[in-house]
């Protein structure tokens, strides 16, 4: 969800936004590859896994905004 949240940022402010890289060198190949475990280990069904990421970018909202508007604060 992260990595995909700061693609998303990088294309709404049409340039390098921070934590860019290591998302998407980082972040997207290691969830990848961890998702693809868990379906491989039939520990979660594929939909289950997409209701999980749908939780997860719901809780990720909230939390990077007020962690914007806490460093807009600080500034």
Known sequence: V???????QAVVFRGYVPGLVSA????????????????????????????LVGIAAIAHTPLAAAAV???????
């Open 24 to 51: 998407l060198t980082l972040e997207l190949p290691y969830a990848v590859w961890a998702f693809r475990g868990v379906r491989r280990a039939r520990l979660r069904s594929g939909r289950r896994l997409a209701v």
């Open 2 to 8: 992260n990595a995909v949240a700061h693609a998303f």
């Open 69 to 75: 508007w806490a460093g807009k604060a600080l500034v």
